[in-house]
């Protein structure tokens, strides 16, 4: 993954810059990265800006199915009639810093209302001057001109999750790269990406062009640079067996992680299970 040093206004660690520019760029979001278990024996980190800090959410108290196998959680995110629990985002909205209720406007925190919201961008304008229209919640260009940027935005995320290279817990760039380097895939050159998903990445960022998609995957403002901000930021940092299947602790740094209980870190109810 291109490296570089954190700043304080990204879409994801070492490759994210919303300000849009490619190759290797410095990261607004300031990275360590840990794995899901150092995220939960952490304590909450506080050096985020006052006006960053996520809003608390309160998760519904667990229900109990009785009669027909009725009941669960009033929930944000557990679900009701024992609907099975999305491991993934019950570990994102109760330990990721980023999916917590917000006002901020740093593009690491508007990642997910592009991703799950109809809303359109809600960052920095700045963020978006590599040709994304920040006012539309469709993509106006590209091959998947047309398509809401939450659907394209989580058409990465499950690409990226489920594939073979386990390119999300290993390096985001080679999930569009594959197994050319990352200073080539970006240049334009005879190598061409044969990343696991090139077509959901192109989709997302409105572009099959690698030079311009240097300029927009790392900006949060693009569907396809939230997804990477998700999974960067999010997943790999605090909920890698969750959300990418993985068994190792992953990079140490839980900067953007919650820790178990504290503040904004409600995970809704526990859903109930079927009986009789």
Same mark, same amino acid.
């Given at each position: 993954?291109r490296?570089?040093?954190?700043?304080?206004?990204?879409?994801? @660690?070492?490759?994210?810059l919303?300000g849009g520019?490619?190759?290797?760029?410095?990261?607004? /979001?300031?990275?360590?990265v +840990?794995g899901?278990?150092?995220?939960?024996d952490?304590?909450?980190?506080?050096d985020?800006?006052?006006?960053?800090?996520?809003?608390?959410?309160?998760?519904?108290a667990?229900?109990?199915?009785?009669a027909?196998?009725s009941? /669960?959680?009033?929930?944000?995110v557990?679900g009701a009639?024992?609907?099975?629990v999305?491991a993934?985002?019950a570990c994102?909205?109760?330990f990721?810093k980023?999916?917590q209720p917000t006002?901020s406007?740093?593009?690491?925190y508007?990642a997910?209302?592009m991703c799950?919201?109809?809303?359109?961008?809600?960052g920095?304008a700045?963020?978006?001057?590599n040709g994304?229209?920040?006012?539309?919640?469709?993509a106006t260009?590209? @091959?998947?001109?047309?398509?809401?940027k939450?659907d394209?935005?989580?058409?990465?995320l499950k690409?990226?999750r489920a594939?073979?290279?386990?390119?999300?817990?290993n390096?985001?760039?080679?999930?569009y790269?594959g197994?050319?380097?990352t200073?080539?895939c970006f240049s334009g050159?005879?190598?061409k @990406?044969?990343?696991?998903?090139?077509?959901a990445?192109?989709?997302a960022a409105?572009?099959d062009?690698p030079?311009?998609?240097?300029?927009?995957?790392p900006?949060?403002?693009?569907a396809?640079?939230?997804?990477? #901000?998700?999974?960067?930021?999010?997943?790999?940092?605090c909920?890698?067996?969750?959300c990418?299947?993985a068994?190792?602790? /992953?990079?140490?740094? #839980?900067?953007?992680?919650?820790?178990p209980?504290s503040a904004? +870190?409600?995970?809704?109810g526990?859903?109930g299970?079927s009986?009789?």
């Amino acid at each position: 993954m291109r490296k570089a040093s954190p700043k304080d206004d990204t879409g994801a @660690p070492g490759t994210l810059l919303d300000g849009g520019a490619g190759g290797a760029k410095a990261s607004d /979001g300031g990275a360590g990265v +840990g794995g899901a278990d150092a995220a939960r024996d952490s304590a909450t980190l506080t050096d985020a800006p006052a006006s960053d800090t996520p809003v608390s959410s309160t998760g519904g108290a667990s229900g109990s199915n009785v009669a027909g196998g009725s009941g /669960g959680g009033a929930a944000g995110v557990g679900g009701a009639g024992g609907a099975p629990v999305d491991a993934c985002k019950a570990c994102e909205r109760s330990f990721c810093k980023i999916a917590q209720p917000t006002a901020s406007k740093l593009g690491a925190y508007q990642a997910f209302a592009m991703c799950f919201s109809s809303q359109p961008w809600g960052g920095s304008a700045a963020a978006c001057e590599n040709g994304i229209d920040a006012t539309s919640i469709s993509a106006t260009g590209g @091959p998947a001109k047309g398509t809401p940027k939450a659907d394209l935005c989580q058409a990465v995320l499950k690409c990226a999750r489920a594939a073979p290279s386990k390119c999300a817990a290993n390096d985001f760039d080679s999930c569009y790269c594959g197994t050319v380097d990352t200073l080539n895939c970006f240049s334009g050159g005879q190598d061409k @990406p044969n990343g696991d998903c090139v077509t959901a990445i192109e989709d997302a960022a409105e572009t099959d062009d690698p030079v311009t998609m240097g300029d927009r995957l790392p900006s949060a403002c693009t569907a396809a640079g939230s997804a990477a #901000t998700i999974i960067q930021l999010c997943d790999n940092f605090c909920c890698r067996k969750e959300c990418l299947g993985a068994t190792d602790a /992953g990079p140490g740094s #839980t900067e953007w992680c919650l820790a178990p209980g504290s503040a904004g +870190g409600g995970g809704g109810g526990a859903v109930g299970s079927s009986a009789g």
